[in-house]
């Protein structure tokens, strides 16, 4: 497809989403919800809450709207410009908002480079929001010839994953299982390959839920991205990876004591890759690739540390110079 053909598709649930608001009263991610769903099912399911003229004129726009000529990834990218959108219209969280492509494409090379493919048979998202950063991982990791991956979305929104489900069944990604719930309750997960997450940052609001995990505060309430690695960690298979998008700067005070022994106590630091500046709106706000890889018997700590900044995407010679780097430190510590 052309790139005027996914804008097109844009367009035109751009029309039928907003026709369900005002004809259904909904928000924008519910109407977004249901214009998908009937996408998907090929039927107006609201219709008889709808005057004739308008379910004709939804009609109209629905014989318009073929995507069985779209790849997986074209799709994915028609819904991530319809969610770019709703941020214009709806109030959305920080911690809700979906993971940049980029970033999911930075963290495919990494899983590309680290795992081989027969190696990667199963993965999980814990904060799996909308499902773009899974999706952008699956078909590409797809595309790169892992057919048969096994997948796992947690999350304790139901309207994000009510999202993620609809995205993702359109996008004919049929391997995910997607469980409502919180991540830090009682995970009746198996054991996986992987673990990415694009950590939500925060305190977590449940004190004694928090004082389960070796990561939980001495006072007060804990920080759920603390909690969330040290889950992650648990459901990492022996030898297994855990990538996770994390503030920069989180070993930097002595509240992280308690993630690095946890880390280093179940497995190994391997890396922290600070992503380019450009994609956060101030050095604050900036977050970091975190690698960490389970204990196992073919699993050693790196003989050094992958650290280091991801330079401008903009600057194609540099950036390349530090895939190049990355590439080294790989080889040199499979």
């Given amino acids: ?29 519910d109407a977004l919800i249901e214009a998908l769903s009937d996408l998907l099912e090929n039927q107006i399911n609201g219709k008889e809450e709808i005057d004739a003229s308008t379910v004709a004129e939804l009609e109209k726009l629905y014989r318009h709207l073929d995507l069985s000529e779209f ?68 078909n590409n990791l797809k595309s790169l010839g892992n057919q048969s ?8 929104d139901d309207t994000l994953l009510a999202i993620a489900d609809v995205s993702l069944a359109l996008q004919r990604i049929s391997n995910v299982e997607l469980f409502h719930q919180d991540a830090l309750d009682n995970l009746m997960l198996p054991q996986v390959d992987l673990v990415v997450s694009d950590l939500p940052v925060g305190y977590y609001p449940l004190d004694d ?32 990876w855990g990538l996770f998008v994390v503030p920069s700067g989180i070993f930097e ?20 890759l600070n992503l380019p500046r450009e ?3 101030s050095e604050k706000s900036r977050k970091a690739i975190l690698m960490v890889q389970k204990k196992g018997d073919q699993a050693h700590q ?15 010679k540099e950036f390349n110079g530090f895939l190049d780097e990355i590439n080294a430190w790989v080889k040199e510590n499979q």
Avoid: C, W
């Fill in 302 to 316: 790196a003989s050094q540390i992958l650290l280091g900044d991801f330079p401008s995407l903009k600057d194609k």
């Fill in 71 to 138: 790849s997986s990834e074209e799709i994915r990218q028609v819904i991530q410009l319809l969610l770019l959108g709703s941020y214009k219209k709806e109030r959305v969280q920080p911690n809700h908002q979906m993971t940049p492509d980029s970033i999911g494409y930075l963290i495919t090379f990494l899983i590309e480079k680290i795992i081989s493919k027969e190696k990667l048979n199963s993965v999980l998202d814990l904060t799996v929001g909308t499902g773009n950063l899974l999706a952008v991982i699956l």
């Fill in 149 to 156: 991956l096994k997948a796992y979305g947690v999350d304790n």
């Fill in 1 to 29: 497809m052309e790139l005027k053909d996914i804008e097109q598709a844009y367009q035109t649930l751009s029309q039928i989403i907003e026709i369900f608001q005002k004809q259904l009263d909904l928000s924008y991610f």
């Fill in 209 to 240: 839920r928090a004082a389960q995990f070796e990561t939980h505060a001495a006072e007060g309430h804990s920080f759920a991205h603390y909690l969330l690695i040290e889950r992650g960690v648990e459901k990492l298979a022996e030898n297994g």
């Fill in 279 to 281: 994609l956060f709106v």
């Fill in 253 to 272: 005070t002595e509240e992280a004591q308690p993630l690095l022994k946890m880390i280093q106590k179940n497995g190994y630091l391997q890396g922290l």
